[in-house]
C-alpha cells in the first residue's frame, strides 16, 4: 500500500511511543490524529514515575546500542530546539560479579560499538560511590548513561507534534480496529467510527484488547512498584551526585537514581526483574491492577539496600504502580499487521522502550510512508511468534 503524503494516520495511544509516532509523523508532513483514552502524561500505563535512564551499554542486545545512539541525538536535538533540558548526563555505573552473562553482555555492547566506558575493581568501586561491593565484583561506567525527564519530553513531542498540524483527542477509549477497501476504520467505545489511510496501534499494556488476534497470549504485562526513600539528612550532597546506576545482583536487576525532585523529592529505587521465585511477580490487567504497595513489593528493595547499598536506607517517601508489556524474548515490535498492512504495530517495550522512543518513531514514520521498507528483523512479529 502507498500513503501519499496526503494520508491520514490515526494513532492510537498517545503515551510514550503515540507521541513520539505522532511527532515523526507530523514532521513528514502527513495528518495525525491521536486517540488517547486518558491524557497526556498519566500514571496508569508504562510511562509514570518522572524519569527515565538512557545508558548504551546494552546487555538486552548490541544490536540496541545504535538505535540508542539515534535517540540520544534526537532528544538532544529536541531540547535544543525547545530549550528545555530533557536528558540529565550523569554517567551509568552498572555493577555485579564478572560470570554474570547479562552483565558481561553490557560491556560486550560498549566494545562492538565502541561506547566509552571504565572498568573498575571492587575497591575503587566502593571508593567511588556508597555500595556495597563485594571483592570479586566489578563496575563498568559509562559516561554516556544518564536519565529523561518523562513530563518535559513528553511536553517537547507534542508540542512539536502540534506545531506540526497533530490533533490529539482525549478521554477516547479505542474498541475495535476493522478493516473496509477504503482503509482502516478504528472504533471507539462511544460507537464512533475514525476513518483513515493507515493506523498506528501504540497502546502499552493495552495492545492486546485492542488487537486481541494478534500474538495471543504472548504480551504479558507485568506490574512494577517505584519508590522512592529519604536518606539520613548528612548522606544527601552525596546520594545527589550519584550517576544513575543498576546492579546484576544474584537476586535480581535493581536500579535506580540520584537524590533529586523529579516528581517527587527522594531517592528512586526499584528492581527491574528478580532472579528469584517471587510468587507476585505474575501477570496483570491493566484496567485492575493493584496501584497501592504492599510489604512484599519493599521487602525485596529494603534487603538489596540493607546488603549493597545501606546509604539508601531510609523512609518509603512514596511510589507509582507502572506496567511493563513484555514479548517471550524481551525485544520491542514494530512491524505491520498480517490482517491489515495498513496497520502499524509498535508495543512490548519490556520495560526499556523509553530511551528509544524519537527513533522508534521514525521507524514508525518510516514503515507508514514507505510501503517496502521492512522493520528491523528483531523487532518482527514473527520472532515473537516464534520464540
Ligand atoms: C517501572 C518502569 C520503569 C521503566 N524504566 C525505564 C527506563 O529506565 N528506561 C527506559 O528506556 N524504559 C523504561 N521503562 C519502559 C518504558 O517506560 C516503556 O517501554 C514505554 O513507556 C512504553 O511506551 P508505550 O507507548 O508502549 O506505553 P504508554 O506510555 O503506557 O502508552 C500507551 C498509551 O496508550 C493508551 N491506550 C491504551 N489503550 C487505548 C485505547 N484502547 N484507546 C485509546 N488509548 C489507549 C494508554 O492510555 C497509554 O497512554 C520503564 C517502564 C516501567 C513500567
Redesign the pocket.
Known amino acids: 500500500m502507498t500513503v501519499s503524503s496526503k494520508a491520514s494516520v490515526i494513532v492510537?495511544?498517545?503515551?510514550?511511543?503515540?507521541?513520539?509516532s505522532a511527532w515523526a509523523l507530523a514532521r513528514a508532513g502527513i495528518p495525525v490524529t491521536v486517540?488517547?483514552?486518558?491524557g497526556h502524561v498519566?500514571d496508569?500505563?508504562?510511562?509514570?514515575?518522572f524519569?527515565?535512564?538512557?545508558?548504551q551499554a546494552y546487555h538486552e542486545g548490541a544490536n540496541y546500542v545504535p538505535l540508542v545512539q539515534r535517540a540520544d541525538r534526537l532528544w538532544r536535538d529536541l531540547s535544543e530546539r525547545n530549550r528545555v533540558e530533557l536528558l540529565i548526563r550523569t554517567g551509568l555505573v552498572e555493577i555485579g560479579p564478572p560470570s554474570d552473562p547479562e552483565f558481561m553482555n553490557s560491556i560486550a555492547a560498549c566494545d562492538s560499538h565502541g561506547v566509552a566506558y571504565e572498568r573498575l575493581d571492587a575497591a575503587e568501586t566502593r571508593r567511588r560511590w556508597p555500595f556495597e561491593v563485594p571483592d570479586e565484583w566489578v563496575a563498568c561506567f559509562t559516561p554516556s548513561g544518564g536519565?529523561?525527564r518523562?513530563g518535559p519530553c513528553f511536553d517537547a513531542l507534542r508540542d512539536e507534534a502540534i506545531a506540526a498540524g497533530a490533533r490529539f483527542v482525549y478521554d477516547?477509549?479505542?474498541?475495535a480496529i476493522g478493516s473496509t477497501t477504503a482503509g482502516p476504520v478504528v472504533i471507539?467505545?462511544g460507537e464512533n467510527r475514525w476513518s483513515a489511510d493507515a493506523v498506528v496501534v501504540?497502546?502499552?499494556?493495552?495492545?492486546p484488547?485492542?488487537l486481541p488476534e494478534l500474538l495471543p497470549g504472548r504480551l504479558t504485562r507485568?506490574r512494577?512498584?517505584?519508590t522512592w526513600w529519604k536518606p539520613a539528612p548528612e548522606l544527601i550532597d552525596e546520594l545527589a551526585t550519584l550517576p544513575?546506576w543498576a546492579t546484576f545482583d544474584p537476586r535480581g536487576f535493581f536500579?535506580g537514581f540520584p537524590w533529586s525532585s523529579e516528581g517527587i523529592t527522594g531517592l528512586k529505587l526499584?528492581r527491574?526483574t528478580t532472579r528469584e521465585v517471587d510468587p507476585s511477580d505474575v501477570p496483570v490487567d491493566?484496567d485492575e491492577v493493584d496501584r497501592s504497595v504492599h510489604p512484599h513489593d519493599l521487602e525485596p528493595l529494603r534487603r538489596f539496600v540493607a546488603e549493597r547499598f545501606p546509604a539508601a536506607v531510609g523512609e518509603l517517601v512514596d511510589h507509582?504502580?507502572?506496567?511493563?508489556?513484555t514479548t517471550p524474548s524481551w525485544d520491542?515490535v514494530i512491524d505491520r499487521s498480517p490482517a491489515d498492512p495498513r496497520v502499524i504495530i509498535?508495543?512490548?517495550?519490556?520495560?526499556?522502550?523509553?530511551?528509544?522512543?524519537p527513533a522508534i518513531g521514525e521507524l514508525v514514520r518510516d514503515l507508514v510512508l514507505r510501503p517496502n521498507s521492512v522493520p528491523p528483523a528483531e523487532f518482527a512479529l514473527t520472532r515473537q511468534a516464534a520464540t
Open positions: 492510537v495511544g498517545g503515551g510514550t511511543m503515540g507521541l513520539a486517540l488517547e483514552q486518558f498519566h496508569r500505563g508504562s510511562h509514570s514515575g524519569t527515565r535512564i538512557i545508558r536519565y529523561l518523562v477516547v477509549r479505542v474498541a471507539d467505545h501504540t497502546a502499552g499494556a493495552w495492545l484488547m485492542v507485568l512494577r512498584v517505584l544513575v536500579y526499584a527491574h491493566p507509582r504502580v507502572c506496567m511493563y508489556t520491542f509498535a508495543g512490548g517495550f519490556s520495560g526499556h522502550g523509553f530511551k528509544f522512543a
